[in-house]
């Protein structure tokens, strides 16, 4: 477990045009936390933070399951990309999961609604 990085919620692009895209991932943060609270010594959670050769917005690690999950952010994705992404995930048996942005409100209580039910 890496604690000096533990629960950070790293910024990748202060711009206006990553607003969302962060918000999203702070949401996702919190309502993991909140999802796992009773099991908190348990779980790793990640913003921007390499593994395993990538870097997800979001890594989620499950040490008394195993199960590790990575949540990408996207508002544009290629074909190329999500191919390259699923494959490499998939050769490494880990769970993966695109969220995309504009299928998401912009009010800010649907939005955290709409993050409660992509957390797995």
Known sequence: MDWNNLYKIRINNPSDAFMKHE?????LV???LLKHSKEKRYQEIYTEYKM???TPDVAHI???TGESI???IQKDTSKKWLLETMRYYEERNLHFEVIDINKLS???NKLNKEVK???I
């Open 30 to 32: 919190k309502n993991l």
């Open 70 to 72: 990575f949540y990408e």
């Open 23 to 27: 918000i999203v991932k702070l949401l």
């Open 52 to 54: 395993n050769g990538k």
């Open 106 to 108: 912009d009010d800010i």
């Open 117 to 119: 039910k992509l957390i």
């Open 62 to 64: 499950n040490n008394k």
